[in-house]
């Protein structure tokens, strides 16, 4: 649907009419222009290139469909087809998009259903199926060039480690995907707490998850075996845990405030202070309160206060920063996992969820090699098909922009 203005003037609409023009005017000259390349190689082209057809190809830009015909050769050495000219300008093979718009189509899809996605990221003539957009995304490879800059600052790693309930296709309950949030420092902007050298990572396997943020602690962090971690969450005893799977620096456990002093309040009204809860006798006074409640959060506190005390002792240091809002599933997962409850196959959820972390890292997202390109053909005529080349490549009678781009193909392939 287009959204129109209520008063589209003349010269709106005359600026709209001369930009489409311009950019369809553009794009047919970039055609001829990769077609007036195919001629100039075909003309002094080695005597072992035999050429078998010419084969017309449309390839999807952020502006629009490009499309041009090039000639389709056998070489007789290597016994195999290739298109020269895909061969020289190293155009992915079987692709109908560019890498661009493949990313811009990732990047879409982990925020916005498959149907939108397809209409958001490529162009307005030129609309992507959800199936399009749904293949891209199981099919394609990528990875994520990670940003190792930091803020300098003394204070203390945090890490908090959740999980996030996802639908999944085949499976009757929701499942886990875990979440976990590092963060160095925190500033205060307007009672704000913004963390500071954040990393978001997810993954639905546990071992995975733990793998990379060991990863991430070395290669970022740069931390050693004798610093210290805090690692916060809820009362689950995997993230109890956790620690044990940290094996660049040491971990420490440290229940979460909020659920703790929660579960005080609710099952027994009390509003503690982090030296209240530290203190041996009014610790024995809450195990014996908490003890013949039923309540399940009140069973994980009592076992806590009972068995590890000690896990609550970081309260009392000024350098623990705690839990932040800010690190939550709620900010970065729930508006493509919530807020559209589509049903996924758990790996595609790990892809979008690695889309999704990548973005809020500042990462950058890599198209992977999933296309070869056809390998260039051995000119056996070596210089002499050079020479002919660049004296065939006359750009004199070109525009502007059109005899730069011949230039930089000349200068790049035929020098």
Same mark, same amino acid.
């Given at each position: ?7 589209? !003037? ?17 794009? &047919? ?77 990732? &990047? ?13 990221? !490529? ?37 908090? #480690? ?31 707490? #913004? ?36 690692? !916060?969450?809820? *009362? ?8 044990? !799977? ?40 809450? #195990? ?15 076992? *806590? ?42 790996? /595609? ?7 999704? /972390? ?36 006359? /750009? ?20």
């Amino acid at each position: 649907m287009d959204i129109l203005a209520k008063t589209q !003037s003349n010269f709106d609409t005359f600026i709209k009419d001369y930009i489409d023009t311009l950019l369809s005017s553009g794009l &047919e000259d970039l055609g001829k222009l990769l077609e007036t390349l195919d001629d100039v190689l075909a003309s002094p082209r080695p005597k072992h290139l035999t050429i078998v057809h010419k084969k017309k190809r449309s390839i999807l830009t952020t502006l629009g469909l490009i499309s041009f015909h090039r000639r389709y050769y056998y070489d007789e050495i290597n016994k195999e087809y290739l298109f020269y000219l895909d061969a020289m300008l190293q155009i992915s093979k079987r692709s109908r998009m560019m890498d661009d718009v493949k990313l811009k189509l990732i &990047e879409a899809a982990s925020e916005m259903s498959y149907s939108k996605a397809g209409r958001y990221a !490529s162009c307005p003539s030129c609309p992507l199926s959800k199936s399009t957009v749904c293949r891209l995304i199981k099919s394609t490879d990528f990875y994520v060039e990670e940003v190792k800059h930091l803020h300098v600052n003394d204070a203390k790693i945090h890490i908090q #480690i959740d999980e996030k309930y996802v639908h999944v296709l085949g499976k009757k309950h929701q499942q886990r995907l875990f979440t976990c949030t590092i963060f160095k420092g925190v500033k205060t902007v307007k009672k704000r707490r #913004i963390l500071l050298n954040r990393t978001l990572i997810a993954h639905s396997n546990l071992v995975k998850l733990y793998k990379k943020l060991n990863q991430h602690l070395l290669h970022r962090y740069q931390v050693t075996l004798d610093d210290i971690v805090y690692i !916060s969450g809820d *009362l689950a005893q995997y993230i109890q845990q956790s620690p044990q !799977s940290i094996h660049v620096c040491r971990a420490i456990y440290v229940p979460d405030k909020y659920h703790v002093k929660y579960a005080l309040r609710k099952t027994l009204g009390l509003l503690v202070t982090d030296h209240e809860i530290n203190d041996p006798t009014f610790q024995k006074t809450l #195990i014996d309160a908490l003890s013949p409640l039923e309540d399940d959060d009140a069973r994980k506190v009592k076992n *806590l206060l009972k068995k590890r005390p000690q896990f609550i002792q970081p309260y009392l240091d000024s350098t623990y920063e705690g839990c932040s809002q800010e690190a939550m599933n709620s900010h970065f997962y729930s508006s493509r996992f919530d807020k559209l409850p589509n049903t996924f196959h758990m790996s /595609t959820i790990n892809r979008l969820s690695t889309v999704i /972390t990548a973005k809020h890292n500042h990462a950058k997202l890599i198209l992977g090699f999933d296309h070869e390109t056809y390998d260039p053909p051995n000119l056996l005529l070596g210089r002499e098909v050079m020479d002919t080349l660049k004296y065939s490549m006359n /750009t004199s009678g070109m525009k502007k922009y059109t005899r730069k781009m011949m230039d930089t193909l000349q200068n790049a392939y035929f020098r």
